[in-house]
T-cell receptor, first 112, second 112 residues
Framework: GAVVSQHPSRVICKSGTSVKIECRSL??????MFWYRQFPKKSLMLMAT?????????EQGVEKDKFLINHASLTLSTLTVTSAHPEDSSFYIC????????FGPGTRLTVL | GNSVTQMEGPVTLSEEAFLTINCTYT??????LFWYVQYPGEGLQLLLK?????DKGSNKGFEATYRKETTSFHLEKGSVQVSDSAVYFC???????????FGKGTKLTVNP
């Protein structure tokens, strides 16, 4: 089946620094990738839709200047959390669309 | 806007018990409906889906029927196994790239 990877799986950073998370579709090309944030005991919240070669579309309430998304190729999308704060600590999940959404394993971000 | 409501867990069952996880939705138009499963330490995987009213999705012994009259897509399995222990998410999707809206997830634990 289609495989989506995320790197890193876990990251700890200091407040004020930036963190980049990569999402790769390993065996298929995805024109559309999605970024989600998962809160404890809550649903996955869609943050943005990333289309290859164009600007990402952000959901209402998501700060586009804080969560920078770059979809540079058909197999890679990156999410950069800029000037991270402890409230950005969360589980971030990406998915890549190819007839259906295939999900990455997620990245646990902890901001100290 | 679109939303999904699913029964909150956790749900604990004995092996071979009958499982029902309720899911109802609110949406304009005719969404597709999905159940995703997240095993411990893994990403979300599509379990089953239905794209129109009265469709039944099925996989690995799980079933769900798209009921437009009750706006529901309840997940059922006749005899659960320990290996079914996971978190189950109900979701709806609309649009060409199937932008998804998720329920909060239901954690299922099956004891031997």
């Amino acid at each position: 089946g289609a495989v989506v990877s995320q790197h890193p799986s876990r990251v700890i950073c200091k407040s004020g620094t930036s963190v980049k998370i990569e999402c790769r579709s390993l065996d298929f090309q995805a024109t559309t990738m999605f970024w989600y944030r998962q809160f404890p005991k809550k649903s996955l919240m869609l943050m943005a839709t990333s289309n290859e070669g164009s600007k990402a579309t952000y959901e209402q309430g998501v700060e586009k200047d804080k969560f920078l998304i770059n979809h540079a190729s058909l197999t890679l999308s990156t999410l950069t959390v800029t000037s991270a704060h402890p409230e950005d600590s969360s589980f971030y999940i990406c998915s890549a669309y190819w007839n259906e959404q295939f999900f990455g394993p997620g990245t646990r971000l902890t901001v100290l | 806007g679109n939303s999904v409501t699913q029964m909150e867990g956790p749900v604990t069952l004995s092996e071979e018990a009958f499982l029902t996880i309720n899911c109802t939705y609110t949406a304009t138009g005719y969404p597709s409906l999905f159940w995703y499963v997240q095993y411990p330490g893994e990403g979300l995987q599509l379990l089953l889906k239905a794209t129109k009213a009265d469709d039944k999705g099925s996989n690995k012994g799980f079933e769900a029927t798209y009921r437009k009259e009750t706006t529901s897509f309840h997940l059922e399995k006749g005899s659960v196994q320990v290996s079914d222990s996971a978190v189950y998410f109900c979701a709806l999707g609309q649009g060409g790239s199937e932008k998804l809206v998720f329920g909060k997830g239901t954690k299922l634990t099956v004891n031997p």
